[in-house]
């Protein structure tokens, strides 16, 4: 299931992904991405993992890679929260391929994240 993250600041949206995640749950992540891409023009995100990523079906992943293509240049800044080195790695790796800056976080840093996210700061 994802669920929003509301006490975020206006300039970014932030989900938390627990359980199972399904295709579905993805519907309430494009909407939340296409108004903040049409109020804002760039699409600043944070997605915490309280999962793992073996919790995705395929068709969550279709509609995630689905989410990245669609929103390509639009790419700011994006974060994922794990406490997988192998998650927080892949997404550090991720900023090399994709327009945008993304970093991965422990858990323990989600404040920072959200900072970092938010453009309060640019440390990462």
């Given at each position: 299931?994802?669920?929003?993250?509301?006490?975020?600041?206006?300039?970014?949206?932030a989900f938390k992904a627990d359980g199972e995640v399904t295709k579905e749950d993805f519907e309430l992540v494009?909407?939340?991405?296409?108004?903040?891409?049409?109020?804002?023009?760039?699409?600043?995100?944070?997605?915490?993992?309280?999962?793992?990523?073996?919790?995705?079906?395929?068709?969550?992943?279709?509609?995630?890679?689905?989410?990245?293509?669609s929103n390509i240049t639009k790419w700011n800044r994006a974060a994922i929260i794990s406490d997988?080195?192998?998650v927080i790695k892949f997404t550090d790796a991720f900023s090399k391929v994709m327009p945008g800056e993304f970093k991965g976080y422990p858990k323990?840093?989600?404040?920072?994240a959200v900072d970092w996210v938010s453009e309060k700061t640019d440390a990462a």
């Open positions: 299931m994802i669920t929003q993250i509301t006490d975020v600041p206006n300039n970014m949206v494009k909407t939340q991405v296409a108004d903040l891409v049409e109020d804002t023009g760039k699409l600043n995100y944070l997605l915490f993992l309280d999962n793992s990523p073996k919790d995705f079906t395929l068709g969550a992943w279709l509609q995630d890679a689905l989410l990245g293509i997988s080195d192998t323990a840093e989600y404040e920072r």
